[in-house]
């Protein structure tokens, strides 16, 4: 899809069409192949308001847009109810060339009336009780790509994470511990999964570890401490992970903050005042949700157990009023799919308060081959291990098909494998869709052929290596001379990486960017093959080499977003 030239279309029908601009660009859709054109605008929208047949107003758009248009198109035809539009190549080349001299790839991405925006972004927030696992890490990688995406694009962007740190399952941990002088953050996990075992059949342990959770909620500062350091270590132990993996944060909110301030008092106030708050048969706040159709069978949300500590939801309620507080354009939060329904509830909760609650991205599960992953049950795959295994995997890789010399310089400082390894796994998990699970396979996650990041940094690595030591100083006139088939092509595909970027922004699917950079560089493949550049001579060099670069540029941007890295050499 083209970004810039789609613009451009539509300001020329803007003038023949009693339409904005932007309303016709949202319609515009590209052909499915270039024999039909390269920008398509669908007449089937106006058939009812024009009581015209898609085809007649077509018929009669087309002879407008060619009396009135100012040489943007070569030609202009009406197939079925399309208008059809094949644009001057000239200059479309002159955008092209003054677009990527302007200010490089990000020129690209300028959207007709978008200002710059506040965002917050919370995601990941896993509990504080083990290692993460590459199921959890799903949610970081698209959590950090977002962030990653609407920085790009110029918004300014607040990265939150939400820090459970008194949930029933860290009073499970804080209770085994609390004996345990020196506790390592690699201990936990094993820590964790035993002590949900024993706690299995055993209620006098359950008491026990509610009764530490009630001290805390009344204000027991020991206990406070205890479970302050175990969660301290966890979290510090956690993002050692994920910053060596290119993911931070800015700011770390704490559940038991809401206990401390008196938050949650207020808001089980405000909540009574709805009339939807109500004493259960065994003691519980619920929350009626009733009215909002979310769930015919379950429409009541818990708040707080029958001792009346609270339970997650009311303390997510109060961190979403916070969050509302930053008045941001968009309040965006990354969730799986087993917590769409909760999702629904927590902004139904937001309404009755009076607050618009978060945009709600939802991505479905990282599953084993014999099924889903399970921190309680020990059943994990752990971000740490896939990071080493794969950065041994692209070391051993480099070795074998590198010369010795090669390798030995390559494999100096580490740096390459992590950068391969790293982008790997993030191109594994971010090229499926959202609603789509992922069956995470060790073997096929560390398969560096096909449709990899390791294609896409390779290629990257090639355009560097032809690059280099070359005179950059294409004009216009050498520009022009990009005339092969092939190179029409890609200059209308490198054109496209704003709107590709742009639909991304919204749903943050990033199989779409991932998708994009693959087939740019299945371009590029092509185009080495038949469109020589180092043998060339004069305009027709100096074009090629001005094409290279700007494809450069965006597969490297591209890959940023992803949140991986592109290397000079491979």
């Known amino acids: 899809m083209n970004y810039l030239l789609f613009e451009m279309t539509a300001v020329e029908l803007a003038k023949v069409l009693d339409m904005d601009a932007s309303d016709i660009y949202e319609k515009l859709e590209q052909p499915p192949n270039s024999t039909m054109g390269d920008v398509a605008f669908p007449c089937f929208s106006l058939a009812k308001v024009l009581k015209k ?59 007709l009336g978008v200002a710059k925006q506040r ?63 020196e506790i390592d953050f690699n201990d936990l996990l094993s820590l964790y999964v035993e002590a949900n075992e024993r706690i299995k059949n055993n209620p006098a342990l359950e008491a026990a570890v509610f009764a ?63 009339g939807r708050l109500f004493e259960d048969e065994e003691g ?31 303390r997510d309620i109060c961190y979403n009023l916070d969050k509302a507080g930053d008045d941001a354009a968009r309040n965006i939060v990354i969730l ?47 971000l740490e291990d896939v990071m080493r295994e794969t950065v041994e995997f692209a070391r051993a890789a480099i070795v074998e098909h590198r010369s010795a010399d090669a390798s030995a310089a390559l494999l100096a400082d580490d740096v390459l494998p992590r950068q391969l390894a790293y982008g790997a796994i993030k191109y594994s998990i971010l090229k ?13 996650a560390l398969n560096f052929q096909g449709d990899t990041s390791v294609y896409i940094q390779y290629s990257y690595a090639r355009i560097q290596s032809l690059l280099r030591g070359e005179c950059l100083d294409a004009g216009i006139d050498d520009v022009l001379m990009l005339t092969h088939p092939l190179e029409w092509e890609m200059v209308k595909k490198l054109l496209s990486f704003g709107r590709v970027l742009n639909g991304v922004s919204q749903d943050f699917n990033f199989s779409a960017l991932c998708s994009y950079l693959f087939e740019l560089c299945q371009y590029f493949s092509r185009w080495y ?42």
Do not use: W
Request: charged residues 25%.
């Open 212 to 274: 530490l959770l009630n001290q805390m909620e009344n204000g027991d500062k020991d206990v406070f401490a205890e479970f302050a350091r175990v969660v301290d270590i966890c979290i510090k132990g956690q993002m050692a992970i994920f910053n060596a993996f290119g993911i931070h944060y800015d700011k770390y909110d704490y559940e038991s903050q809401y206990i401390q301030s008196g938050k949650m008092d207020e808001v089980l106030s405000a909540l009574r005042e709805t």
């Open 284 to 314: 519980r706040l619920v929350l009626n949700l009733e009215a909002f159709e979310l769930n015919s069978e379950h429409p009541y949300l818990p708040l707080t157990r029958k001792d009346k500590t609270s339970l997650y939801p009311l």
């Open 529 to 570: 093959r038949e469109c020589p550049v180092k043998s060339a001579e004069g305009s027709q060099k100096a074009s090629r080499l001005f094409l290279a670069s700007v494809l450069a540029g965006v597969i490297k941007d591209g890959l940023s977003i992803l949140g991986i890295e592109a290397p000079e050499k491979i």
């Open 119 to 181: 965002v917050t972004i919370e995601h990941t927030s896993i509990n504080p009780n083990a290692s993460p696992h590459i199921g959890r890490a799903r949610n970081a990688m698209i959590g950090d790509a977002s962030v990653r995406l609407l920085r790009y694009l110029g918004h300014d962007v607040t990265v939150r994470y939400f820090v459970n740190d008194i949930g029933k399952q860290i009073a499970l941990l804080v209770y085994c511990v609390k004996d345990i002088a």
């Open 432 to 444: 499926c869709s959202n609603e789509k699970n992922v069956v995470f396979d060790r073997e096929a």
């Open 336 to 382: 799986g799919e087993d917590q769409r329904l909760y999702g629904k509830q927590i902004n139904a909760a937001l309404h009755l308060l009076g607050v618009q609650g978060p945009e709600v991205v939802n991505y479905s599960f990282v599953l084993l081959p014999d099924g889903k992953m399970s921190t309680r049950g020990g059943q994990v795959v752990l």
């Open 53 to 111: 047949a898609p085809q007649a107003i077509a018929e009669d758009m087309r002879a407008q847009v060619i009396s009135q248009s100012a040489g943007l198109f070569e030609e202009v035809k009406v197939i079925g109810g399309y208008l059809n539009f094949y644009l001057n190549k000239a200059e479309v080349l002159r955008l092209f060339f003054g677009k990527a001299k302007e200010s490089q790839t990000v020129a690209f991405c300028d959207r």
